[in-house]
């Protein structure tokens, strides 16, 4: 995956063609989760052109594309209210959680089960863990985003 650190486009081959993604293309509020997400066409406009910024050959492909080329798919981002994982344990005995990475957890998955274990195996007080689930119940947590 390509991504531009700048404003958070990316792309990567999938297949005879290409993903791309945007989560800030188009102002949009949070809302409550549903079945059927509808897809904005302006969209692949938008991304397109943020992902030739900073690779230059999507221009040239732009430039052949036509709507039989084009699917747009739209969908929901479940975040937590201040957008981290929530790692460690839960109300269930035994139950430890290593989720909600919100579209990054294959980069953030690994270093969050050293954790859960650290949690698991005492090493890491659960009180010194900033992703405890119980975070939001103690009234901790800074939130990022709007609710």
Known sequence: MTISLDTGAHWRPEGP???LGWSAALEEQPEEPREDVPA????????LEAAARFTPFWDEVTATLTMANVTVEAGQYDMTPDAKPLI???DVEGLFLNVGYSGHGVMGSPA???????????????????FRPSRFREGTVNSKRPL
Do not use: K
């Open 17 to 19: 063609g290409a993903w």
């Open 40 to 47: 904005e066409w302006t969209f692949p406009a938008l991304a």
């Open 88 to 90: 460690g344990p839960t």
């Open 112 to 130: 969050g089960a050293r954790l859960c274990v650290d949690v698991m195996q005492g090493r890491v007080p659960t009180a010194r863990n900033p």
